[in-house]
Structures are given as C-alpha cells and as structure tokens.
C-alpha cells in the first residue's frame, strides 16, 4: 500500500507569490490534516478535511486555503508568500473521522521564499 | 487557547537507560494523545497513543502514561538505543478529530 504522497518535495517561491501544494492520502483514507514544521514554532495545525469539507481550521491568516476533492486528494494554497511562510508543510492522512485512529505522515513540502 | 507544553527540550542518555518525556496539555476536551518520533529529514511517526480512558499503555520498551486530573501525560523509554536518537513530539486532541495540538519536541540523543 502506498504511503501519504506530496509533492512537489522541494519548492522555492519569491515573496509575493502563490503556491499550491498537493497531497495523496493512502487509499482508501478520507480524512486530511495539514501542518506547518518550522524550527521555532514546531508543529503547527493549519486544517483538517474529511469528505471535501474543512472539519477545523487552525490560527492561520485567510492567505492559507486548502481543499479536498472527491478522491479525497488534498490540496493547500499560499497567497501573497511572505518570507515567514518558509518552512515543511506536512500533510497527514487517516482512515476514520468520529475516532481517533493512526495519522501517516506525508515526506513534506519544503517551501523556501526569498 | 489550546497548548501543550513538552519538558526537557533536549535529552542525553547513555545507552541502556531510561528516558522520560513530559507533556502537559490546557484543553480539557482533550481526550487522544499520540507519540510521535522524527528523525532527521524524515516524516513524523506514530510511536505509542493513549486514549483518556486508560491511565497507562506499554509497547516493549515504550510505555505512556496519563493524569488527566493534572493533565499531564508521559512518554517512557527504557534500555535506550543510539536508534532511538530522534526528536519526538507529544500532541493532544479531542475525540474524532485530527487537529493535533504538538508540543514543542524533544531532541533525544542516546549516546553509545
């Protein structure tokens, strides 16, 4: 069985820019979480999805959106890039929502702004 | 708001001994806390979970325990190998949900 797919691993963007990111979750999971891996803040939520609707959503500026589609593949956008929005985005995939079951982890994104 | 607070933020241990963790949580909702290790350039993995309804959970050498009356919870690792190098994260939710609030991290190092 395949794991949690991002792509792209590696992405540099220039300040003022937008990006998307995508994310595969393993087969048959329907539920996807996003985060964002700094050094300084560590592991921060950014959202949750589960059958193309946005459970949660974390402290974040309206600069960051997400989707799911059908496929419950997931994708997150970045508006108007700052350079504070360098870091690892991980995306994390799981089987239920209504209980707690194991979340996979994505390899990441690591976005660089200059 | 929501937080969860992780002690130490590094931790060195010789080889063979033991290593603990601790994580304290504010939300009171809060009831699945999952373990997760990181080692260097790689995604996060799930190590051990624990569910507020039991008060402690072994796997071989890892065990977690949980005072949901303090709102602390623990990751235990005994007979430490220079593998068990990593950093590993706590993190609290509440039921159903996957917004995992982390801790900080702890970079663990086993020095052999």
């Known amino acids: 069985k395949a794991g949690v797919t991002q792509t792209p691993r590696y992405l540099i963007k220039t300040r003022g820019q937008q990006v998307t990111l995508s994310c595969s979750p393993i087969?048959?999971?329907?539920?996807v979480s996003w985060y964002q891996q700094t050094p300084g803040q560590g592991l921060q939520f950014l959202f949750e999805?589960?059958?193309?609707?946005?459970?949660n959503k974390g402290n974040f500026p309206g600069r960051f959106s997400g989707r799911q589609f059908s496929n419950s593949r997931s994708e997150m956008n970045v508006s108007t890039l700052e350079l504070g929005d360098s870091a690892l985005y991980l995306c994390a995939s799981s089987a239920q929502q209504g209980t707690n079951t194991e979340a996979f982890f994505g390899q990441g994104t690591r976005l660089t702004v200059v | 708001g929501e937080n969860v607070e992780q002690h130490p933020s590094t931790l060195s241990v010789q080889e063979g001994d033991s290593a603990v963790i601790k994580c304290t949580y504010s939300d009171s909702a809060s009831n699945y806390f999952p373990w997760y290790k990181q080692e260097l350039g790689k995604r996060p993995q799930l190590i051990i979970d624990?569910?507020?309804?039991?008060g402690e959970k072994k796997d071989q050498r890892i065990a977690v325990t949980l005072n949901k009356t303090a709102k602390h919870f623990s990751l235990h690792i005994t007979e430490t190998q220079p593998e068990d190098s990593a950093v590993y994260f706590c993190?609290?939710?509440?039921?159903?949900?996957?917004?995992?609030?982390f801790g900080t991290g702890t970079r663990l190092k086993v020095l052999a």
């Open positions: 993190a609290a939710s509440g039921s159903g949900t996957y917004k995992y609030i």
């Open positions: 087969s048959g999971h329907r539920s």
């Open positions: 999805y589960f059958s193309e609707t946005q459970r």
């Open positions: 624990i569910r507020s309804n039991v």
